[in-house]
T-cell receptor, first 113, second 112 residues
Framework: AAGVIQSPRHLIKEKRETATLKCYPIPRHDTVYWYQQGPGQDPQFLISFYEKMQSDKGSIPDRFSAQQFSDYHSELNMSSLELGDSALYFC????????????FGQGTRLTVV | DAKTTQPPSMDCAEGRAANLPCNHSTISGNEYVYWYRQIHSQGPQYIIHGLKNNETNEMASLIITEDRKSSTLILPHATLRDTAVYYCIVMVWGTSYGKLTFGQGTILTVHP
């Protein structure tokens, strides 16, 4: 079965650079969620989209932005990268129907040096 | 979302049942109980969820008390590959859809 695809899997950037993470949801899933997981921490919700509109926003820095496109894939754009942005970034997708589950991708490991 | 309380860690012998408890005493009537697990730095993996009734799938069983204030995830025959962090999450479907709020989970270690 098709899963959530994230790219790239690994990314190394220097401070103050920009990064773009991509997420391709499971076919027919219309909702996408982004999470950040720092070293030794639990995943933290960043932002979500439903039908290309932002549906919720968590503790996402102003330096980050995201969008969902017409084909439902999503991109997380990160600018002015800081050392503290080094983390695993997970994308999940689901349908919008109640009583369903979200499935996660394998994540992008971002390292800022 | 209601807060959950889980033991920080548990051990289980391989082949035995692993019973992971979760307390969610402030859960509201329309909040679901979801269980996910994360195996070292991999993406969280969905296990099971329920609202009021007990649920079973190919991975696990979920037992929810009648008052819904607690639940237990049961892995019937634990294997070494079940070693992971297990998260119990209560969540209501609304304008945030299936947004999950991860708290401190239970580190389950399965021993040979």
């Amino acid at each position: 079965a098709a899963g959530v695809i994230q790219s790239p899997r690994h990314l190394i950037k220097e401070k103050r650079e920009t990064a773009t993470l991509k997420c391709y949801p499971i076919p027919r899933h219309d909702t996408v969620y982004w999470y950040q997981q720092g070293p030794g921490q639990d995943p933290q919700f960043l932002i979500s989209f439903y039908e290309k509109m932002q549906s919720d926003k968590g503790s996402i820095p102003d330096r980050f932005s995201a969008q969902q496109f017409s084909d439902y894939h999503s991109e997380l754009n990160m600018s002015s990268l800081e050392l503290g942005d080094s983390a695993l970034y997970f994308c999940a997708s689901s349908t919008s129907r109640e009583n369903t589950e979200a499935f996660f991708g394998q994540g992008t490991r971002l390292t800022v040096v | 979302d209601a807060k959950t309380t889980q033991p920080p860690s548990m051990d289980c012998a391989e082949g035995r049942a692993a019973n992971l408890p979760c307390n969610h005493s402030t859960i509201s009537g329309n909040e679901y109980v979801y269980w996910y697990r994360q195996i070292h730095s991999q993406g969280p993996q969905y296990i099971i969820h329920g609202l009021k009734n007990n649920e079973t799938n190919e991975m696990a069983s979920l037992i929810i008390t009648e008052d819904r204030k607690s639940s237990t995830l049961i892995l019937p025959h634990a294997t070494l590959r079940d070693t992971a962090v297990y998260y119990c999450i209560v969540m209501v479907w609304g304008t945030s859809y299936g947004k999950l709020t991860f708290g401190q989970g239970t580190i389950l270690t399965v021993h040979p």
